[in-house]
T-cell receptor, first 116, second 112 residues
Framework: NAGVTQTPKFQVLKTGQSMTLQCAQD?????MSWYRQDPGMGLRLIHY???????DQGEVPNGYNVSRSTTEDFPLRLLSAAPSQTSVYFC???????????????FGEGSRLTVL | AQSVTQLGSHVSVSEGALVLLRCNYS??????LFWYVQYPNQGLQLLLK??????LVKGINGFEAEFKKSETSFHLTKPSAHMSDAAEYFC??????????FGTGTRLTIIP
């Protein structure tokens, strides 16, 4: 099983450039999410989706865009990269527990982004 | 406001000693509680979780955690540390919505 696959693993951007981080899962999970991990701050939720065609904002959504056209894919777009977006990004998916929110999250291996 | 607090960003224990990593949360409703582990250059993986029922939860690799509602805590323990336990550990809480909120993490170092 591939699980959650993120690409690319590493990326360097210049300020103002745009890019898309790809995330795909093969577990038929309804719920998908993007987190960023920064030293001393843990993981912070950027955007999430409870199913195809449905997305919502998390804790730190500014500067990021998402879409969910299929159950499998949940790309994260940086519209105009800024140095403050230098971080490690994780995509995660789970079954959607409608009574309790998210179930167990399955994480990808991360994408390390540097913005110069 | 709902929040998750992990006391101690770095914890060091000797091999064979007790591991205790602390997690407290603030919420007026019973939450779902999780502990995740992250090894270097990897994603997070689930150690254990509490949703309902028995408040002492056993997870993988000999870890366990106890949900104490009166103390709003979910501390992670392991009776005897192993070198392979060196990693970063995250407490996470679902407050009954679509979002999982993570603590800031505790880096565990094992001293030979």
């Amino acid at each position: 099983n591939a699980g959650v696959t993120q690409t690319p693993k590493f990326q360097v951007l210049k300020t103002g450039q745009s890019m898309t981080l790809q995330c795909a899962q093969d577990m038929n999970h309804e719920y998908m999410s993007w987190y960023r991990q920064d030293p001393g701050m843990g993981l912070r939720l950027i955007h999430y989706s409870v199913g195809a065609g449905i997305t919502d904002q998390g804790e730190v959504p500014n500067g990021y865009n998402v879409s969910r056209s299929t159950t499998e894919d949940f790309p994260l777009r940086l519209l105009s990269a800024a140095p403050s977006q230098t971080s490690v990004y994780f995509c995660a998916s789970s079954l959607h527990d409608r009574e309790g929110g998210t179930g167990e999250l399955f994480f990808g291996e991360g994408s390390r982004l540097t913005v110069l | 406001a709902q929040s998750v607090t992990q006391l101690g960003s770095h914890v060091s224990v000797s091999e064979g000693a007790l591991v205790l990593l602390r997690c407290n949360y603030s919420s007026s409703v019973p939450p779902y509680l999780f502990w995740y582990v992250q090894y270097p250059n990897q994603g997070l993986q689930l150690l254990l979780k509490y949703t309902t029922g028995a408040t002492l939860v056993k997870g993988i690799n000999g870890f366990e955690a106890e949900f104490k509602k009166s103390e709003t805590s979910f501390h992670l323990t392991k009776p005897s540390a192993h070198m392979s336990d060196a990693a970063e550990y995250f407490c996470a809480v679902n407050f009954g919505n679509e979002k999982l909120t993570f603590g800031t993490g505790t880096r565990l170092t094992i001293i030979p």
